[in-house]
């Protein structure tokens, strides 16, 4: 099935199943069409807590907005993606990352006729659960509450969008729709399969509001997951290249890479480095989306049911890359590994604030009263493994600048992240 087929028509025009009444305003004006296989929001399974529909956006526009003004998308700004905030400021941050997720995301989700603001929603929301100091400050909370069922930054987000917020009158949380949650715990494919053990934090929500945890997720779900490894590939490409961690003669070794490269040196041999390296990350992230494009398109023709449920329901994922991109992208990001992420100097920023995080964890679960008011009376309560979550939960909500300040309060010497 090509992109420029006719696909069946979706007019949408209602809130979610939780309501029947149509839209007014500007939010009843034609949306366009969509793919059979996209998410109807007319068969939306709702909020979990009911609520009035808006008289101007729809449902999944309203749960992007709501992730955009929460709180902690805004402490992504000063999280990790792979250089701490402070070592310079062109490298992206957790924010800046889920920005460009959702850019790459939404565009996939136009090209292939589906929801947008369900897509964009589940890639903005993807990395709410992130500590401080990225994969560094997750491996040190996931060893830190072991014995309480760890910590995955996933099902942090899930408690982020479902628990930790509170902003409303009403309720904690979010409360966003089912669709959105859905996509957020299961964007990676179904939990639980090959054995994994499911974090307990999902399970704990699951039991309440069952997301379907053995199924796939919506298209869109799937999009907004693709469209974080085009752009964490791209971008790594570009942080790394800046913090000197390898040259353009180093990522020329990998095929994928200089294909651009050499592109590039026919047609402008005297271009200079910063273009240079713009130029490569664009038409990787072309390369890339187009791939997924057509691998995608083979896979929707292939489903036994070209609809919503259909792609839950498939054996196999259907947002994908082709098997020869596959191939080029794993060497690729074993490049990016031992180049960039396995780095002496990142490595050794990265031990040094896994420290902070395990210290930090340890003094305010062995002393409750160095947490602020507002976390100190649920820290003292009778169950331990309560208390350690409730130690994680705070300290996740961490920016990088926060937990090395608080590190200094708390403490006589803090490492020097640089």
Known sequence: MSIDEPAEKVVLQQETATSTAPLKGAASAFYGELAPYAQDERLSRGRRIAEEPSQTRRPYARDRDRILHSTAFRRLNHKTQVFIYH????????????????????????????????????????????????????RALDAAIADAGGFDHNAQSLRVVTKLERIYADFDGLNLTWETLEGLVKHNGPLGRQGKPIPEPILDYCAMHDLELDTYSSIEAQIAALADDIAYNAHDIDDGYRADCFTF??????????????????????????????????????????????????????????????????????????????????QLHAFLFERVYRHPRVMRIMGAAEDIVVELFHR???????????????????????????????????????AIAEHRRLFDATPNLR
């Open 87 to 138: 070592e310079g400021d062109h490298y992206r941050s957790r924010l800046t990352h889920s920005l460009e997720v959702s850019q790459i995301a939404r565009s996939i989700a136009r090209a292939l006729r589906v929801d947008e603001d369900l897509t964009e929603a589940v890639a903005l929301a993807h990395d709410l659960g992130h500590p401080p100091f990225g994969h560094a400050g997750e």
């Open 249 to 330: 003669s180093d990522l020329a070794r990998i095929p994928l890479a200089r294909r651009y490269l050499d592109a590039l040196e026919a047609t402008y041999p005297d271009i200079d480095p910063a273009r240079r390296l713009y130029e490569v990350k664009r038409r990787l992230i072309t390369a890339m989306v187009d791939d997924l494009l057509q691998e995608t398109n083979r896979r929707i023709a292939a489903l036994p049911a070209q609809t919503a449920d259909g792609v839950r329901g498939a054996n196999r994922v259907t947002v994908a890359f082709s098997e020869a991109m596959q191939g080029e992208l794993k």
């Open 364 to 402: 305010y679960t062995n002393d409750p009263g160095a947490l602020p008011p507002e976390w100190r009376k649920a820290a003292r309560g009778d169950d331990p493994r309560a208390t350690v979550r409730h130690v994680a939960d705070f300290i996740a909500g961490q920016t990088d600048r926060y």
